[in-house]
Each structure stands twice: as structure tokens, then as C-alpha cells.
């Protein structure tokens, strides 16, 4: 990326922030009319910011919009973190999980666990409109979207298959399977999830009636023990909104954020009054402290993964953070689609 490049999405990032830091009461955010139409990803969302906001501008609800968004990369076989090819569990099988959540009837849907469907962001969709439950896993999950007309198909690509044999080749303190052991153990299980390849989607929108919405997306933990489920499908931990608030997800270790409830954290955050990059901090932070374990800190007892945050407030305002420096997030602001780097607490 050139200097002044870089210098611009610096500039950009700040505006966006210092547009945010007056701190605004829950009451004043609901009050307030949305101001315009934003879409925020992970920093593999650039296609799916641009794909949402060009249908809300149709007039799409925000939920149809980051749903095709994100449905651009389950689709893309060289995107090895989501969808069709995305890497598999430890026995060679790609498990998909997705959730969405809809601000305007606070209803969600999500799916765990599921083989054989590249989309599971339509099928979460699906159990949000077409059942009375939240969420489905496993073969009942596969079910419910064969009974929907949707197609098994072999998700698992050459690439993600020949990624899985090495790693199973060189099997052994590589695989999540744990020894006994105590709070003050450190090198137990040695590798640590998060040195090994991760990834999501999440896309978070504001459509042109202040309808907030959100999905998450993902193949999870690369070579995952079997029916292992991370934050992605899981309400409140990967994904939440609230349609008086704001929306927020997450990419990262998965079992932080299941352990600490983090969206829902910083939309609360938000409707608390910070803005949406101080909530994605805060977010951080609270993970900082309650990481406890010495296996999952490094010497200096930061912590040994990385976990990124991305939220919007309904008026629009937007940020990103993580507890490590480096990840960048997507971010389409009504008028152009941007990458741009997220807070950090820490530089790695
Ligand atoms: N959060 C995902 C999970 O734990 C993985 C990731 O985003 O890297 O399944």
C-alpha cells in the first residue's frame, strides 16, 4: 500500500472516531433519526460492504443485504476461513457455522455444525423465518435445509484437503486434545488454537429505514475437534443487535468471546454511551481479564490470540478493534468502501 494511501485511511479512520466522541445517553441514540445508510465487515468484506450497501440503495432490508454480502465470500473457494472451501475439522470434514440476527423484530437464526451446505447464512436465515427455534445443529440442521430444496455438495476443495493432510501429518502437540491440567500450566497443548489459520466473515448493516442487522459467518477453527462450535453461531457472543442501539460481531478465538458474551457487551456499551470503537476496546479489555489460564498467555501474560471487534451505532458511527494490532476491517460508509485498521490494545 503506497504512504499517502495509508495516510488517507489514517485520516479517514480518526475522522470516523472523532465524529463519534461526543458520548451519547441510550435515549439519545433511539431518538436520534438514522443519518445514513453503513455497512461494516471484517477486513475479508470488502465485496460483501459493497454488495450490502448497493442493495439496501434498491431498498433491500438490512438483513437481505448482509446476507448476499457475505454469501459472496462462503461462495469464493480461495477464502479458506468460510463457506466452500473452507478448512476442514480434524478428520477432514468442513462444519460450517452462521448466525443472523434482525434488529427491527429482534429475531435471529443460526446453525451449527453443518455439512454439505456452502450458504449456512441462508439456512440461519431460514430457521429464523421458517421455524419457532434459534438454533439448529448437526444433522438436524442439514435437514431443515434439505427440507428448504438447498443441495448437499462437497465443500471441501483440494487446496482446503491438502492443507488438512499436512497438518494431520504432523499431528500430535497440533491438535486441540488436552492433558490434565492446572490453571497455572503453560505450555499444555503447546501449539495454542490461534497460531494456526482462522478466519470469519461478519457484516454488520444499517439500511435506509435505521434497520440494523447482522451475520456472521464461518468454517470455524481450522482442523476443530469434531461438532466443536465457536462464537460465530452463537447470539451475543459472535453477532448482536439491537435496533434502538446498534449492531456489533467478531472474528478471532471464538471460545473468548463464548466465554465473555462480547457483542452483546458492546452493543449494551454502546447503548451505555460509549461509542462504537471505545465499546470494541472495552470488548478487549474485558477479555484481557478474563483470560486466566497461563496456556493461553504469552511470557508477559498478555494474551496468546487474537480477537477483532466491529460495530455501528444506529446513527451511523462506526469502529473496530482487536486485542492485537494488524487487523484491518471493511467498512462502507454510504459513499465508498474502504479498508481501513482497527484500534488495537496492544501492537503485536
Ligand atoms: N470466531 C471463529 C470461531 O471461533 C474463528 C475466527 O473468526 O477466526 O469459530
Redesign the pocket.
Known sequence: MSDSRREFMQIASSAGALAATSMLSHQAIAQQRPSKIVAISSGNGVPAVTKAVELIRTGADAIDAVIAGVNIVEDDPNDT?VGYGGLPNEDGVVEL?AAVMHGPTHRAGSVASLRNIKNPSKVAKLVMDRSDHVLLVGNGALRFAKAHGFAEENLLTQRAREEWLRWKERLSTKDDWLPAHSPDDADVGVFAPYHRH???IHCSAIDSKGGLSCVTT?S??AFKIPGRV???PIIGA?LYCDNEIGSAG??????A?LLNCSSMFIVEQMGMGKTPEQACLAACERIVKHTKMRRLKKPDGKPDFNVSFYAIRKDGEFGSASIFSGPKFAIHDGNQAMLLDGKHLYKT
Request: proline share 0%; net charge negative; aromatic share 0%.
Open positions: 476461513s457455522d482462522t478466519g470469519t464461518t470455524g477453527l465457536g462464537d460465530s459472535g467478531s472474528t478471532g478465538r471464538g471460545e468471546n
